[in-house]
């Protein structure tokens, strides 16, 4: 009773900090300050990390500093410095083992340093790392043709770049020159690079310089839980063709859409309307293209392609992250007509598809196949949403549960009815989540979504232990905690096993 006394005076009667102290106040959350003995249990594993004898956190970070760009952010007051990763695992420099539930930025598709992938990268990297296409081997060939084979219609000819950037630049490349028209059109809420042409395609002022970026339209984003028509795709299919109509001169090159928008904050677009928008587009002269970068390699469980949920097929698709587990590594995968106005110029990229990350490549898409890992996100995605949904009910501060698979969402709001974006708690609880050993991503325009994108061999037991689902209840007491920050008292029972 005494724990539980201390719990409920502190959760309901904190001593709140102000300003900014708020988010870094040493009263939080930590199990110690609130009388538990230790944190939450993750699963175990059996790997032990390598003693480290690296530079510290602090050494790490002075030279980041000193030598690295200033535009470059890190995650939490106090940096974690990660030394060393296996499978859904990351380990600082103390050894501690964190849970990783954001993948490298939804790029580790298989799990860190799988084995199967490091051998393979490790096996060619010892017999020719680079060579360009202007030789023949038969690594990038292997590649392009298995990944020609997840792909529907006539989508088979393949061009290999290094980063999700460089494929929408060369998507968008493709559209104009097939089409002979010069206007894109993207969604707002939308990240489809940071280069000097993708950068108008994006839509997120936190990423846009002030540089010209002209010939791009953005168009109303088909959000179902923040858009004006839920998910009403036919009346957001009406602004694109309005748009069209008289934002354009009526021909336009192509349109590009996540069907899961990653930094937007996990919004998956409302149903039906790819099909609505694609039929508009065409129609308008112009070739559509889908944004692959996270959603793509069977993350969203029930298809291999984030587009096959939305009943389509693009003219071009575009692909990285998950590709290569963490190599740099991208692709466009495109028709053979769209593919040949290439050939009127010389279209070369110097590392596109270099031995190495061929090899790593091809080991990604054998081992997503052999490991099951569609399926297997279809099964734990299945079984996360349906226990965040369960705490929805219980909190209000949870505005919205989304995504499928492991491509999922969870938004955090100061107030249901207005949606209130709630970013000073989602700052908070991403450090006091940090600090019970759980490592996730946070999106969305104002920081408040909580991004669960972990590698897919995240398992039902990982999903299970941590402490945003834990039945021990620490997720329902960072809430709390969180709530109780901005003075608004939450009721429900907090349970705290030692």
Same mark, same amino acid.
């Given at each position: ?10 959760? &309901? #009667?904190? =001593?709140?900090?102000?300003? !900014?102290? @708020? +988010?870094? *106040? ?109 030789? &023949? #081997?038969? =690594?990038?060939?292997?590649? !392009?043709? @298995? +990944?020609? *084979? ?112 990653? =930094? ?5 677009? @409302? ?228």
């Amino acid at each position: 009773m005494a724990l539980w006394s201390r719990i409920i005076k502190r959760v &309901l #009667h904190p =001593a709140v900090p102000t300003g !900014a102290a @708020a +988010l870094c *106040s040493p009263y939080s959350t930590t199990p110690s300050g609130l009388g538990i003995d230790s944190p939450p249990r993750i699963p175990s594993f059996d790997y032990q990390p390598r003693p480290y004898k690296g530079p510290s956190a602090d050494e790490v970070l002075e030279k980041r500093k000193q030598f690295l760009g200033p535009s470059l952010f890190y995650y939490y007051q106090k940096p974690v410095n990660i030394v060393e990763g296996k499978m859904q695992y990351l380990f600082d420099e103390s050894g501690r083992r964190y849970l990783d539930c954001f993948a490298g930025i939804v790029t580790v598709s298989c799990g860190h340093c799988h084995p199967e992938i490091s051998d393979a990268i490790m096996k060619q990297s010892k017999i020719l790392q680079h060579a360009t296409t202007i030789y &023949l #081997h038969h =690594a990038i060939g292997d590649f !392009a043709e @298995a +990944l020609a *084979s997840k792909m529907p219609g006539n989508l088979k000819v393949v061009y290999f770049v290094n980063s999700g950037s460089e494929a929408n630049e060369l998507a968008m490349l493709m559209a104009r020159l097939y089409t002979g028209n010069l206007e894109m059109i993207s969604l707002r809420n939308a990240y489809h690079g940071g280069s000097s042409g993708t950068l108008g395609l994006t839509a997120l002022n936190t990423w846009k310089y002030s540089i010209p970026q002209g010939e791009v339209h953005h168009v109303m984003n088909p959000d179902p839980y923040r858009g004006p028509f839920g998910s009403d795709a036919s009346k957001y299919a009406k602004d694109l063709q309005d748009h069209i109509d008289y934002g354009t001169c009526g021909r336009v090159a192509g349109f590009i859409a996540e069907t899961f928008q990653g =930094a937007g904050g996990a919004v998956e677009l @409302a149903p039906g309307y790819l099909k609505l928008a694609y039929d508009i587009v065409r129609k308008a002269g112009g070739v559509c293209i889908a944004d692959e970068v996270q959603s793509g390699f069977g993350r969203t469980g029930g298809r291999y392609w984030g587009f096959e949920t939305q009943g389509v097929i693009p003219d071009i698709v575009t692909m990285a992250k998950g590709i290569g587990n963490g190599l740099p590594l991208g692709a466009v995968v495109t028709t053979p007509e769209i593919a040949s106005v290439l050939a009127q110029k010389i279209q070369f990229n110097t590392f596109g598809g270099n031995p190495v990350c061929s090899a790593g490549g091809l080991a990604v898409l054998r081992v997503i196949d052999k490991e099951k890992r569609q399926a297997h996100c279809a099964d734990v995605g299945s079984h996360l949403i349906s226990r965040l949904k369960e705490l929805q009910q219980k909190h209000e501060i949870i505005g919205d549960v989304r995504g499928k698979g492991l491509m999922l969402g969870l938004e955090l709001v100061t107030d249901q009815k207005e949606k209130t974006p709630a970013k000073a708690e989602t700052a908070h609880l991403l450090e006091k989540l940090r600090e019970l050993g759980i490592l996730i991503g946070k999106g969305g325009l104002h920081g408040n979504v909580f991004r669960i994108k972990p590698p897919m061999c995240f398992s039902r037991d990982d999903a299970e232990r941590p402490c945003f689902l834990s039945d021990e209840g620490y997720f329902q007491l960072i809430i709390a905690i969180g709530t109780a920050h901005r003075g608004v008292l939450l009721t429900f029972a907090v349970s705290v096993s030692r």
